[in-house]
């Protein structure tokens, strides 16, 4: 299993501003992750963090909104750019190691007021 | 479309018996599932797994059984405990889609003492 850390664990951020989310994993993992929890809803993918390069987006989300990076195989971020309400959610970053299991960050409960 | 469905938001159970949680998938190139548990401000804790070649997968108290020709899972969690009470998430993935991973909507297990 993996050991994930993100930070902040929570922020209440006025909108129009950015919040950049930090995501250490304690191992290398082959693949990391970055999804969205809305209120009352369901998990789901923003984006596949690639090392080294440009970020896979899912249908819906755009590198303008949700910029990644992943300088390393242990390392990542994500900003959400030009926040408003709507952004107010739980970010979570995921990796997956050899296995197919993916492990999970405690989250970061984003509020935008 | 929501490829991964939990049509149950919530489940009540006495402590000692039997919880059952269920999911269905409409993607039939789905081979690998996975059931994952969530206490609020917390991420998502991986619980067990099952991949398509098999029907039944058991780890101590937990056991997950796929019926491919219905599309359907089910988490068994025996003998419920209060501390299982928390909100469960199915999610599934293709061999082919590098680790992500498609969430049911979750469903909110209370274990009564």
């Known amino acids: 299993s993996a050991v994930i850390s993100q930070k902040p664990s929570r922020d209440i951020c006025q909108r129009g501003t950015s919040l950049t989310i930090q995501c250490q994993v304690d191992?290398?993992?082959?693949?990391m992750f970055w999804y969205r929890q809305q209120p009352g809803q369901s998990l789901t993918l923003i984006a596949t963090a690639n090392q080294g390069s440009e970020a896979t987006y899912e249908s819906g989300f755009v590198i303008d909104k949700f910029p990644i990076s992943r300088p390393n195989l242990t390392f990542s971020t994500l900003t959400v750019s030009n926040m408003s309400p709507e952004d107010s959610s739980i970010y979570l970053c995921?990796?997956?190691?050899?296995?197919?299991?993916?492990?999970f960050g405690q989250g970061t409960r984003l509020t935008v007021v | 479309d929501q490829q991964v469905k939990q049509n149950s938001p919530s489940l009540s159970v006495q402590e000692g018996r039997i919880s059952i949680l269920n999911c269905d998938y409409t993607n039939s190139m789905f081979d690998y599932f996975l059931w994952y548990k969530k206490y609020p401000a917390e991420g998502p804790t991986f619980l067990i797994s099952?991949?398509?070649?098999?029907d039944k997968n058991e780890d101590g108290r937990f056991t997950v059984f796929l019926n491919k020709s219905a599309k359907h899972l089910s988490l068994h969690i025996v003998p419920s405990q209060p501390g299982d009470s928390a909100v469960y998430f199915c999610a599934a993935s293709g061999h082919n889609q590098g680790g992500k991973l498609i969430f049911g909507q979750g469903t909110e297990l209370s274990v009564k003492p």
């Open positions: 995921s990796a997956v190691t050899g296995n197919t299991e993916a492990f």
């Open positions: 191992s290398q993992v082959t693949m």
């Open positions: 099952i991949s398509s070649i098999k």
